[in-house]
């Protein structure tokens, strides 16, 4: 499955931003989906997942409330709404189709970044 992930921008602090992320190759009603993160200097990390069925989400602590992933199968297509952005949000985010092993998202499937930069 091939991942294009877009919608980043300048934004500023505690403004909004979408990021939608469209898949071609394969349905992505197959996959659970995630959004990750690799801030300047630092490694990637994973900010929030959703089942299949969008039936379960996970976020990372520092994200709860503040930014929702959903996903429409129909259109093939994951997004994640991020409202009340704070400059340690700027980040590259990538998105990604994958798998749970228990509790934990394992990625299978990146797509390239999109850059997301919040001025204080």
């Known amino acids: 499955v091939q991942l294009q992930a877009f919608g980043g921008g300048l934004v500023h602090s505690g403004g909004s931003l979408r990021l939608s992320c469209a898949a071609s190759?394969?349905?992505?009603?197959?996959?659970?989906m995630g959004w990750f993160r690799q801030a300047p200097g630092k490694e990637r990390e994973f900010v929030a997942s959703?089942?299949?069925?969008?039936?379960?989400?996970n976020y990372q602590d520092s994200v709860k409330g503040r930014f929702t992933i959903s996903r429409d199968n129909a259109k093939n297509t994951v997004y994640l709404q991020m409202n009340s952005l704070k400059f340690e949000d700027t980040a590259v985010y990538y998105c990604a189709a994958g798998e749970y092993s228990g509790s934990v998202y394992m990625a299978d499937y990146w797509g390239q970044g999109t850059l997301v930069t919040v001025s204080s």
């Open positions: 959703i089942s299949w069925s969008a039936g379960s989400t």
């Open positions: 190759g394969r349905t992505l009603s197959n996959y659970h």
